[in-house]
T-cell receptor
Framework: DAGVTQSPTHLIKTRGQQVTLRCSPKSGHDTVSWYQQALGQGPQFIFQYYEEEERQRGNFPDRFSGHQFPNYSSELNVNALLLGDSALYLC????????????????FGNGTRLTVT | GEDVEQSLFLSVREGDSSVINCTYTDSSSTYLYWYKQEPGAGLQLLTYIFSNMDMKQDQRLTVLLNKKDKHLSLRIADTQTGDSAIYFCAERSGGYNKLIFGAGTRLAVHP
C-alpha cells in the first residue's frame, strides 16, 4: 500500500524563478493538502484540494497556486520565488468526509526541501 | 484566533516516561492529533483523540485531554532512544480537515 509520495526530494532555485512540486496521495485517498514547514517551526496550511477544486486556503499569497488531477494527484506552484519561501513543503492526503465530525487523519509525505538563493 | 503552543524541548532518561504538553485556543476543535517527525522525514501520525473524550491509550502512548483548560498531553511510557524526534500537536480547525500545528517539542532520550 503506497503512502504519500512527493517529488522532487530537494530543489534549489533562484529568487524570482518559479517552481512546481508534485504529490501522489495514499491509495484510496481523494483529498490533498499542502503545508509549508519553515526551519524550526510547525507546518503551516497552504491549501486543500478535493474534486480538482481548491476547497480551503490558508494565509498565503496568490503566488502560491495548485492543481489537482482526475487521478487525485496534485501540484503546488510557487511563482516569483522569495528567499523566505525556502522551506520543507509537505503534502498530506485524506478522505473527504464533508462533515465536521468525520475523521480521516492526514497522512504526510516526506516533503520537498526547497532552497531559494 | 487559532493557536497551538508547546514547550520546545524535553530531555528524559531511557526507560522513564515522557510527557509532552500542548495548549490550544479553538474551543470548536473536533479532533486533536499527535504527529512525530524524525530528521529529514515527513510527519508520522501517532494518535488522535476526539474532543468529547478525556483519554485515549494506544500501546505505550496515552493522550489526555482537558477540554475546559484546552490542554492536551502525550505520555510515552518506557521511552526508548528510537523515540527521539520532534513531536507536533495539532488541532483540526473547522471543516475540510485543516490542521493547526504547534511549533513542536524536541524529545531527547539519553542513557
Amino acid at each position: 500500500d503506497a503512502g504519500v509520495t512527493q517529488s522532487p526530494t530537494h530543489l534549489i532555485k533562484t529568487r524570482g524563478q518559479q517552481v512546481t512540486l508534485r504529490c501522489s496521495p495514499k491509495s484510496g485517498h481523494d483529498t490533498v493538502s499542502w503545508y509549508q514547514q519553515a526551519l524550526g517551526q510547525g507546518p503551516q496550511f497552504i491549501f486543500q484540494y478535493y474534486e480538482e477544486e481548491e476547497r480551503q486556503r490558508g494565509n498565503f499569497p496568490d503566488r502560491f497556486s495548485g492543481h489537482q488531477f482526475p487521478n487525485y494527484s496534485s501540484e503546488l506552484n510557487v511563482n516569483a520565488l522569495l528567499l523566505g519561501d525556502s522551506a520543507l513543503y509537505l503534502c498530506a492526503s485524506s478522505l473527504f468526509g464533508g462533515q465536521d465530525f468525520y475523521n480521516s487523519p492526514l497522512h504526510f509525505g516526506n516533503g520537498t526541501r526547497l532552497t531559494v538563493t | 484566533g487559532e493557536d497551538v503552543e508547546q514547550s520546545l524541548f524535553l530531555s528524559v532518561r531511557e526507560g522513564d516516561s515522557s510527557v509532552i504538553n500542548c495548549t490550544y485556543t479553538d474551543s470548536s476543535s473536533t479532533y486533536l492529533y499527535w504527529y512525530k517527525q524524525e530528521p529529514g522525514a515527513g510527519l508520522q501520525l501517532l494518535t488522535y483523540i476526539f474532543s468529547n473524550m478525556d483519554m485515549k491509550q494506544d500501546q505505550r502512548l496515552t493522550v489526555l485531554l482537558n477540554k475546559k483548560d484546552k490542554h492536551l498531553s502525550l505520555r510515552i511510557a518506557d521511552t526508548q532512544t528510537g523515540d527521539s524526534a520532534i513531536y507536533f500537536c495539532a488541532e483540526r480547525s473547522g471543516g475540510y480537515n485543516k490542521l493547526i500545528f504547534g511549533a513542536g517539542t524536541r524529545l531527547a532520550v539519553h542513557p
